[in-house]
């Protein structure tokens, strides 16, 4: 028998998901700024191309947010 959905605590974790990427983002950027001048175009387009889909990630939880908000209140 399938366990029944407890959503009690899925806004928390979201928010948590939320906090640790925009970290690791802002981290990432930091490293760039410091570090612009000593590492490849490709480890640099890498590190770009990673914190976008962080940004999505981001978007993504936020919007996972409002529907767990959503469903709360019915």
Do not use: C, G, W
């Amino acid at each position: 028998m399938a366990k029944p959905d407890n959503r009690a605590d899925n806004v928390e974790h979201l928010q948590q998901s939320i906090q640790n990427t925009q970290k690791n983002l802002h981290e990432a950027e930091d490293y760039l700024n410091e570090f612009a001048s000593e590492i490849s175009s490709e480890e640099r387009k890498q590190i770009e191309d990673k914190n976008e889909r962080r940004q999505e990630s981001i978007k993504s939880f936020r919007e996972e947010v409002k529907d767990e908000a959503a469903h709360s209140k019915e």
